[in-house]
């Protein structure tokens, strides 16, 4: 496996080692000891997994309290994944990092608690698997704003995105709930 940081030092891309042959493929997509060795120390207690169709943008997602961890990877079709650094005290606040993860790659994304999260659907359709490290609670549930001017994320496509009303009326960073 190699671990590789990002622009956000934080976030980590992940390229797990696959063993292939003729028969198909194998490759772990987590192992506890494997990951802690590479600085990922994290207990995962819930796994998610959706399906979306093109242009179905997910997010920006986090939790203000009972912030998670994500370690997220596509097992079909392919997304532009970004997170975006909402820890006041980080010399990166406000930052995101983008990059597409696709099924045929197998790379991961690590993203620490402390970051909005979300990914648009670039192929026909996209299974997305995540790892979370602490419970979904909606009450703390919060959303930014995907298309707030002052992220400058450059999302992939020219047609406006199919979004969840709850993602539609995102926060603007300037207004956000934000860790410390």
């Given at each position: 496996?190699?671990?590789?940081?990002?622009?956000?030092?934080?976030?980590?891309?992940?390229?797990?080692?696959?063993?292939?042959?003729?028969?198909?493929?194998?490759?772990?997509?987590?192992?506890?000891?494997?990951?802690?060795?590479?600085?990922?120390?994290?207990?995962?207690?819930?796994?998610?997994?959706?399906?979306?169709?093109?242009?179905?943008?997910?997010?920006?997602?986090?939790?203000?309290?009972?912030?998670?961890?994500?370690?997220?990877?596509?097992?079909?079709?392919?997304?532009?994944?970004?997170?975006?650094?909402?820890?006041?005290?980080?010399?990166?606040?406000?930052?995101?990092?983008?990059?597409n993860l696709s099924a045929r790659d197998r790379r991961m994304l690590y993203i620490?608690?402390?970051?909005?999260?979300?990914?648009?659907?670039?192929?026909?359709?996209?299974?997305?698997?995540?790892?979370?490290?602490?419970?979904?609670?909606?009450?703390?549930?919060?959303?930014?704003?995907?298309?707030?001017?002052?992220?400058?994320?450059?999302?992939?496509?020219?047609?406006?995105?199919?979004?969840?009303?709850?993602?539609?009326?995102?926060?603007?960073?300037?207004?956000?709930?934000?860790?410390?």
């Amino acid at each position: 496996m190699r671990v590789e940081p990002t622009a956000l030092r934080d976030v980590l891309l992940i390229e797990p080692k696959v063993f292939g042959d003729a028969r198909g493929f194998f490759f772990e997509s987590w192992n506890r000891r494997a990951f802690a060795a590479a600085g990922i120390d994290a207990e995962f207690v819930q796994d998610n997994h959706s399906r979306s169709h093109r242009g179905v943008l997910r997010g920006l997602h986090y939790q203000i309290e009972h912030a998670q961890g994500k370690l997220v990877r596509v097992i079909e079709g392919e997304v532009f994944d970004v997170a975006v650094d909402l820890r006041r005290s980080s010399p990166t606040f406000g930052r995101h990092v983008a990059i597409n993860l696709s099924a045929r790659d197998r790379r991961m994304l690590y993203i620490p608690p402390g970051f909005a999260h979300g990914f648009l659907v670039v192929s026909e359709s996209a299974d997305f698997l995540y790892k979370t490290t602490d419970y979904w609670y909606p009450e703390h549930e919060r959303t930014l704003l995907w298309n707030d001017g002052a992220l400058a994320i450059a999302w992939p496509g020219d047609m406006a995105p199919t979004l969840a009303p709850k993602d539609a009326a995102g926060t603007p960073l300037a207004a956000a709930d934000v860790y410390r």
